[in-house]
């Protein structure tokens, strides 16, 4: 079993900035990906941001250039700064982790809000 922790949310001012931070504990070696998700009222939930155990990221197109996904899988802990916030990135967002035999989710974060007000 792995647990996330998610902090780090709120109520920013587009233009703004938020960082965001989860923390893994349990059965961590199991894990080779961990992964910002997020989702908006009536919308499915979304793949922002991952980051592997070798380093590389990838990004949703709609916030390449504005965040990124810094963390330590070692350590179990992981980020997401975003800059120049939008009012669409508005949701709630949900740190993931990434089982390394079956390639699927494991286990979600509680998730934490980001409201960006224009």
């Known amino acids: 079993q792995v647990h996330l922790v998610e902090s780090g949310g709120g109520l920013v001012q587009a233009g703004g900035s938020l960082r965001l931070s989860c923390l893994a504990s349990?059965?961590?070696?199991?894990?080779?990906?961990m992964g910002w998700y997020r989702q908006a009222p009536g919308k499915e939930r979304d793949m922002v941001a991952a980051?592997?155990?070798?380093?590389?990221?990838v990004y949703a197109d709609s916030v390449t250039g504005r965040f990124t996904i810094p963390g330590d899988l070692a350590k179990m802990t992981l980020y997401l700064e975003m800059n120049s916030l939008k009012p669409e990135d508005a949701a709630k967002y949900y740190c993931?982790?990434?089982?390394?035999?079956?390639?699927?989710?494991?286990?979600w974060g509680q998730g934490t809000q980001v409201t960006v007000s224009s």
């Open positions: 993931a982790a990434r089982n390394k035999v079956t390639n699927q989710v494991a286990a």
């Open positions: 349990g059965n961590i070696f199991s894990i080779n990906t």
């Open positions: 980051l592997g155990s070798g380093g590389a990221a």
